[in-house]
């Protein structure tokens, strides 16, 4: 059966990653198939999660000269149908974007126009929710574009605040309850249209 090859850029601890890799092993993320993984820094816990599911990696530095380049000729050189931005803590450029054929996903932990853009991300987002005291916050999966956080909403789900929550202990349970759910739902959805439309240029 045809599948979409998905690139995966992280920066961090990899949690998500490991979502969509639990979801490729359960079958539900079965017109996908994770081909590379991209991380931004050297020893973060998202390559151990790669390399323990034997799935391709490479360390492409974000601080360092020439990052977006070297994304896309990576990219290129495994033949990546769509990328999956998930826990990546940088901003890709406008060219970036105009440069890559396929699709873009994001994961971000909040419920998108609330909490988001230039430097909202990880735990800053949560700690920003609470104290706004909003009661009820969630994670967005969204298309990425030239606006940071702007690209069109794929998939949205609401989590609630609780009394006592901290930025950790949120943050937590918007992973729990939205993030891990949403996003190999989405990564699902995209490439079944990539799939299709391989398909009928067949
Ligand atoms: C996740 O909560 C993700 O939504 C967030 O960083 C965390 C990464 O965790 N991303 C952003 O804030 C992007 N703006 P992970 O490495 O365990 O998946």
Redesign the pocket.
Known sequence: MLTARIAVV????????QALIDAQARGELKSGQIALVIADKAGI??IARAEKAGIDRKVIVRKEEGFEEKVLAALAEHRIDMAV?????GILSADFIARFPGPIL????ALIPSFCGKG???LR?HRAALDCGVKVTG?TVHYVNEVP?GGRILLQKAVDVLPGDTPETL?RR??EEA?WILLPQAAEIVCAQIVREKESNE
């Open positions: 992280v920066s961090g601890g990899g949690t998500n990653l816990g998202a931005l998930a826990g990546f803590l994001n994961i971000h932990p909202f991300y990880g987002v994670a956080d943050q918007v992973m993030e």
